[in-house]
């Protein structure tokens, strides 16, 4: 079992920058993959950035260039750093990883406001 409790999310303006964190319950090089997702109502929750225990990244076209998914293992945590955020990208982010099955974060909003 894996637990995953995310940090960072809030309220910011147009143009600026969050960092999200997540912090694992267990020691993150045992894991196959690391990403995380962002979910609107009533809308199916999309992937935008993942990270490979080989170090390999994707990023959603949407946010490439801005966002950088990263992780420390001395700190057992996957962090995402947003910058020139749009409202578009105001969701509710969702850490998950995968060690034999998918295990999910509980959840932490953003809301950007133009």
């Known amino acids: 079992q894996v637990q995953l409790v995310e940090s960072g999310g809030g309220l910011v303006q147009a143009g600026g920058s969050l960092r999200l964190s997540c912090a694992a319950s267990?020691?993150?090089?045992?894991?196959?993959?690391m990403a995380w997702y962002r979910q609107t109502p009533g809308n199916q929750r999309e992937l935008v950035a993942a990270l490979t225990s080989g170090g390999k990244t994707n990023y959603a076209h949407s946010v490439k260039g801005r966002f950088t998914i990263s992780k420390d293992n001395a700190k057992n945590t996957v962090s995402l750093q947003m910058n020139s955020l749009k409202s578009e990208d105001t969701a509710v982010y969702y850490c998950?990883?995968?060690?034999?099955?998918?295990?999910w974060g509980q959840g932490t909003q953003v809301t950007v406001s133009s």
């Open positions: 998950a990883v995968v060690l034999g099955r998918q295990y």
């Open positions: 267990m020691d993150i090089f045992r894991l196959n993959s």
